[in-house]
């Protein structure tokens, strides 16, 4: 995975920035205030709908009424665009090769997670480093290890040719028997609802017509 390219538009310090990435290591360098932390701050927010600054709308510029986040993505042949809106998250979509795929924020979210397979302390910690936390990368890079084997050896487990494929599939097919067999459970419950309320309706007609009845007789 591979970032190309980020838009951010009245996102933080920045009022129309469009940074483009080359090669495999980028550096972000700066004076202080330039705005180096809120390229990354617009990585995050773009690929974890996350703020490192409270809440989301904080992310707005200054002065602003909302804020917009753009990031192009390369995944071997295939080229992902991310759009955020910081205050509407139901603008919030993502492309596959100029291509939609998902819309809205929840489902970005879940498309975003399914391509890069990583949390976001995995990927700040092995695809972007912050300032001032080199030397913390290289502390915590066992742990980060750790992580990717785990994942790598998760999907090795669960492909068609894992040990855990066979089952997993078994618990799929139970799992959808049982939904079945939930909707029939709530089709006959509504079924016996509906027959009980007939049954209060019959009741209560032919109490009416017993004391119909009697009054006739009185008469």
Known sequence: MKIEKIFLQNFLSHESSEINFKGSINAIVG??????????????????SESSRGNIKNLVKKGKSTGIVQTEIRDGNNLYLIKRDIVNSSNDFIAKNNIGIARGRKEVDRKIQEILKLDKDILLSTVIIRQGEIENIFKELPDVLKKILKI?????????????????????SELKYLENRKIEYENKKIEKEKLEKEIEESKKKLEDLKIKKIRKKKR
């Not at 004076?31 to 974890?48: E, H, M, P, R, Y």
């Not at 790598?152 to 799929?172: A, H, M, R």
């Open 31 to 48: 004076q202080n205030g330039a705005g180096k932390t809120s390229i990354i701050d617009g990585i995050v927010f773009s690929l974890f």
């Open 152 to 172: 790598e050896n998760l999907e090795k487990l669960t492909s068609s040719t894992g040990p855990l494929y066979s089952v997993q599939k078994e618990i799929e």
